[in-house]
């Protein structure tokens, strides 16, 4: 019973991880118009080489500016590449600065 309970939780887990990776991708999409298909694997190598690498405290504050890049951009505006590049960049210089 404790072996179909633990089968269980890891299907869910790897289905909600499949989820979490397709919804960043094509939130990605959003902003770049290159296929989420394209930004899966980029992604899923990224987190496991930043979990392997770096602390989950560091990847959360990450995530929370890039939450934020993506709200700032309102639904009826066209893609601006270089400005959400810009929005990155100043995000990861806040982190930084917080940081120290």
């Known amino acids: 019973m404790l072996w179909a309970a633990c089968s269980l939780l890891v299907v869910a ?9 397709g919804g960043m991708a094509a939130a990605t999409t ?3 118009g290159i296929p989420p298909s394209r930004w899966v694997p980029i992604y899923t190598l990224t987190m496991a080489v ?3 690498v770096s602390s989950y405290r560091l990847i959360a504050r990450v995530f929370k ?12 505006m ?3 590449g270089g400005m ?3 929005g ?3 995000g990861f210089v806040v982190i930084q600065t917080v940081s120290v």
């Open 13 to 21: 887990n790897v289905i909600n991880i499949a989820a979490d990776l």
């Open 30 to 32: 959003l902003v770049t």
């Open 50 to 52: 930043l979990l392997v």
């Open 65 to 76: 500016w890039l939450t934020l890049v993506l709200l700032a951009r309102p639904p009826g």
């Open 78 to 80: 066209r893609r601006r």
């Open 84 to 86: 959400i590049l810009i």
């Open 88 to 90: 990155l960049y100043l």
